[in-house]
């Protein structure tokens, strides 16, 4: 003790009670408030599941009846296929878009930036209406040299059926985003890493798989989950072109029954299912880049669990 | 070995380089010093055409580098021979520029493998032979930022000494370093410095330069101002901006 410290004024209490700096136990600060706000939490959260359950308008027998209906399954299916090809071929163009606006050429740079001005500032569902009419701008497509001879031509409406429309109208769309999203990548790779590669003399594209990429993953994973699960979800809006995906699909449905609510429902759980699914992949992925970023990686959420499970183990056997 | 002939260099309006001519001979260490903003790193990064110059040239072994003569012109090599050549100079870095995401030894391996197109399991075993040479064998498996400074510039020197370099550069390997890392940065350098390594080197280690330097190379304002032997050049500098220099930094 030092002398600074004043001894208490009222009572008796000597120094003598006091215990030796050893034996003295700690006690965390109490948070009350804290324990009302998990009150009125776990209220709220009560009332919204029982809302849930016992409405019986939700009728939950019906959403369990159609969640595997085949038409259903085969929608979602169409729907998985719109996003794969969508977010792929998005990607895919959306890179070559990022590195024609990195690159020296100002060409390249212009037409990159042009392109994503466009595609980014028209309403998705006036694209896809654009494709689907594709045939009424240009009856056909031929291939053979530019202003040149032709070597075959195809009908419109041959080559872009409503699922290449699709397809094409959510790619070329998502491209737009992706390559801004491909672009903060490699801006956010140090000059420097680019620079020993250089004086390595490791070539250039080896440089930009194995040094640039690895690096700009970690910024563009978690940007690039968004735009999928974005992607998943807005695979809805090529309704509009009768292609029976999801969304079409249980409209489909409820006009020919009227049971609005739980097909909605039923939709509803399977982009929420997807979307679920596509979560768990961005941690693994996040997790695999994060490769020598990080000191220690953080635990999987099944680590995790093993861990408790063994803390309580240990707890019950001692 | 290495001979840079009138080689200027400007940055917008800022002349960094205003004609530098400079013999390196091999087996020789080469110190350059000299204020900051005086170009030594300009001239250090101009070696291994890191940097362009604007005018003069820069031989390596004979070779032109960056360039082809044809006549009176030069005309700039393709970047594939660029990097060929580059990779027979091994560079390092103040900030070191360890690749984060690749281990220790992948660090070492990846050059000799991908630029030299040497075999892959030669290269593993003569990387971790480096590793031993910085005494750095137990750490092959981990990832850079695990490590220390010191170690990690140490890893550095092993990734430019995998490529069989025929000369080291190097850009203040220790000014990124905490005082007390220092030392075994400069104990590596030393030891290369021994065994017959031609070497050119941007330091403010004034010691280092009395000790391991054959030559000591004084710039400022882009212009070598004076070299020689370390005795000559620090203990009994010609010139009045040497000696303000050398003064400013020993007190």
Known sequence: MSELTAAPRTGGDAPAHDPPDADLTIVPSRHPWRRVATAVVAVLAAMAVNALVTNPAWDWPTVGQYLFAPSIVRAVLLTLQLTVLGIVVGFLLGTVLAVMRLSANPLLRSVSWTYIWIFRSVPL??????????????????????FGP??????????????????LGLALHQAAYAAEVVRSGFLGVDQGQLEAAAALGIPQWRRFRRIQLPQAMRTIVPTAANELIGLVKGTSVVYIMALSELFYQVQVIYTRTGRVIPMLLVAAVWYLVLTTVLSIGQFYVERYYAKGALRTLPPTPLQRLRATIGGLRARVAS | ?????????????????????????????????????????????????????????????????????????????????????????????????????????????????SAQGRDRAEVRAAGLALLDRVGLTDFAGQYPRRLSGGQQQRVAIARALALRPALLLFDEPTSALDPELVGEVLDVMRDLARSGTTMVVVTHEIGFAREAADTVVFLDEGRIVEQGPPAQVLDDPREARTRAFLSAVLH
């Open chain 2, 1 to 113: 070995m290495v001979e840079l002939r009138g080689v200027h260099k400007s940055f917008g309006a800022l002349e960094v380089l205003r004609g530098i001519d400079l013999t390196v001979r091999a087996g020789e260490v080469t110190v350059l010093l000299g204020p900051s903003g005086s170009g030594k790193s300009t001239l250090l990064r101009a070696i291994n055409h890191l940097e362009k110059v604007d005018r003069g040239f820069v031989r390596v072994d004979g070779e032109l580098i960056g360039y082809r003569r044809a006549g009176r012109k030069l005309h700039e090599l393709p970047e594939r021979r660029i990097l060929a050549q580059r990779s027979r100079i091994g560079f390092v870095f103040q900030n070191f520029n360890l690749f984060p995401h690749l281990t220790v030894l992948e660090n070492v391996t990846e050059a000799p493998v």
């Open chain 1, 125 to 146: 569902i006036l694209q896809l209406l654009f494709w689907y009419n594709l045939a009424l701008l240009y009856r056909s497509i031929s291939f053979g040299i530019p």
């Open chain 1, 150 to 167: 032709a070597f075959f031509e195809i009908g419109t409406m041959d080559l872009v059926s409503p699922l290449t429309a699709a397809v």
